[in-house]
Nanobody
Framework: QVQLVESGGGLVQAGGSLSLSCAAS????????MAWFRRQAPGKEREIVA????????YFADSVKGRFTISRDNAKNMVYLQMNSLKSEDTAVYYC??????????????????WGQGTQVTVSS
């Protein structure tokens, strides 16, 4: 069982930066694929933002490439999402998620095993 707790959301102006953190419990954190998803409107499906595999491979959605970075600290059971050059369309609830095993080609919400409660990010224009 893995528990995930996000922090760092808030209100920021367009063009600004924000950093999200996700604290994970569990002794096998380093073996999990960790990802950030977001839901931009109620009822809309959560979309992948970025993911990082245990070996360091990273994936970014086209909409955030060049602006967001994902990193992990296995010693601290933490995963981070650094968001720069934020746009109003980045406004969403951001979720941290973990998967025991998922291929890069299959990274989507249905492939994840554990979820955090989410943290709101609002970008004002």
């Amino acid at each position: 069982q893995v528990q995930l707790v996000e922090s760092g959301g808030g209100l920021v102006q367009a063009g600004g930066s924000l950093s999200l953190s996700c604290a994970a419990s569990g002794r096998t954190f380093s073996s999990y694929t960790m990802a950030w998803f977001r839901r931009q409107a109620p009822g809309k499906e959560r979309e992948i933002v970025a993911a990082i595999w245990s070996g360091g491979t990273r994936y970014f959605a086209d909409s955030v490439k060049g602006r967001f970075t994902i990193s992990r600290d296995n010693a601290k059971n933490m995963v981070y999402l650094q968001m720069n050059s934020l746009k109003s369309e980045d406004t969403a609830v951001y979720y941290c998620a973990a998967a025991r095993t998922v291929a890069l080609s299959r990274i989507r919400s249905s492939a994840m095993d554990y979820w955090g409660q989410g943290t709101q990010v609002t970008v004002s224009s």
